[in-house]
């Protein structure tokens, strides 16, 4: 035996909550994973710069597994721009990746002048990005439903 609902209102509410598709489940855990990776990179510097030298070691494993979950993350931000429709995840992305390669290149070659401002970027940016996947909706955009059939008429007032 089924309890009716108290009002037809309540069901449509609750049909009405987006639910978050795995595709940005796995976007989520990506950027996650990128953001913890950069965080690190700061304390594998400073084991280096007390003394540890086996700290620049861990600093060039750190910076490739950070490469290697923004890549995850780039291919993550694709499909949910396919599917979901969200591109600024895409852009972020690509825009945080292109200055990770700038920091990257500028530790290989020495030049601490642009490795350690561009490293703080790349921090606040990846910190940004989480804040942005788990606080904002990244379930898909649909079109309002509407009740009387006539999709040409809606297509009109799309155009403008």
Known sequence: MTIPSPSPVMDMAAQAVPRTPPSSWLLRIAVTA????AFAQPVTAG??????FNGLGWHLDGA????????????MAVVVAVRARRVW?????????????????????????LHIPLSV??????TVMVLGVWLLP???????FRTDGNLAAEQANDDG
């Open 34 to 37: 990128h953001m913890v990776a």
């Open 47 to 52: 084991i280096y710069l007390s003394g540890g």
């Open 64 to 75: 490739n597994a950070a490469t290697i979950a923004g890549a995850f993350q780039i291919v």
């Open 89 to 113: 995840p895409l852009v972020g992305s690509l825009t945080l990746m292109a200055i990770e390669y700038v920091v990257y290149e500028a530790g290989k070659a020495g030049a601490l002048w």
């Open 121 to 126: 970027v790349v921090i606040v940016g990846s």
């Open 138 to 144: 990244l379930s898909r955009r649909c079109r309002p």
